[in-house]
């Protein structure tokens, strides 16, 4: 078999092309994202960092892969691009792997593409994966009249039906391949990331600004005050590290809690609402 590496944008984006294959994933390393990648059946995966963050949440889904065997590492956010794999393959440096991955001779201080050439020579793993936390939506506040408040565990999880809500999001700001994309599809009150660490080039916020287009409160909280991928947790810890313009104008500031921030535009609109 030829084997290849596959670039995508994110992990949920993958299909059954990328089996046998190793995939290089602009996905943070969580254990959402792990498992997208894993499900396929593949011979390894490196995904970024976002900076590590809170609990470790960057790079949780490489000791998970390990308890099935599939190589993972994960790049340095501030060497690459989150969101682009291309960007990751060309430029990024491993800043972490699992042990099945150093049994390939994959190690930090690599650079991906070097590192995805040596998870080649492993085996395709075609296992059970363990359940996952992740992927979660709960609504916080529901009062007629006023915004709702939903939390997402990615961003993607948006519907028509979120337009006019707050939304916080498990996801960090960045736009896939840094390109203007449809994911923030809805008109909504506010959203807030998680900043992945920001990263090289601003990746991980890069969002923010694109969506002061729409004239739509953004903000992202940093990475080491909440973990990446669990939106209820970005809203109860997270603190603002970057706002748009759009969200000063709101009265937000970095260095305001979330929970804070979104208490604020609730009071905003009760006050608008007369």
Avoid at 264 to 272: I, P, T
Wanted: aromatic share 4%.
């Amino acid at each position: 078999m030829d084997v290849r590496i596959v670039t995508a944008s994110s992990s949920a984006s993958l299909d059954a092309g990328c089996r046998g294959q190793v995939v290089v994933s602009g996905s943070y390393g969580g254990e959402y994202n792990a498992w997208h990648a894993a499900k396929w059946g593949i011979r390894g995966v490196v995904l970024c960092d976002a900076g590590v963050g809170r609990d470790d949440a960057g790079t949780v889904g490489l000791p998970y892969l390990d308890r099935v065997g599939v190589p993972a590492a994960t790049a340095d956010a501030w060497t690459c691009h989150i969101a682009d794999g291309e960007h990751i393959l060309a430029h990024g440096v491993v800043s972490h792997v699992n042990a099945a991955a150093r049994a390939l001779g994959c190690a930090p201080g690599q650079t991906v593409r070097d590192c995805a050439e040596r998870m080649k020579a492993g085996a395709t793993v075609e296992a059970t994966l363990p359940a996952i936390h992740g992927g979660q939506r709960h609504t916080m506040h529901d009062v007629p009249g006023e915004p709702k408040v939903i939390c997402l565990d990615a961003a993607p999880m948006l519907t028509p039906e979120d337009a006019g809500a707050i939304a916080v999001t498990g996801s960090h700001a960045a736009l896939f391949r840094g390109r203007p994309d449809s994911v923030i599809g809805p008109a909504l009150h506010a959203v807030f990331f998680n900043d992945a660490g920001v990263g090289l080039d601003g990746a991980g916020i890069a969002r923010l600004a694109d969506l002061d287009g729409r004239t739509m409160p953004a903000g992202a909280v940093a990475a080491d005050s909440a973990p990446i991928g669990d939106a209820r947790r970005i809203l109860a810890e997270g603190v603002l590290s970057h706002v748009n313009a759009s969200a000063t104008r709101a009265g937000l500031t970095a260095g305001m809690p979330l929970r804070d921030a979104v208490a604020h535009l609730l009071a905003r609109a009760r006050a608008a609402r007369g």
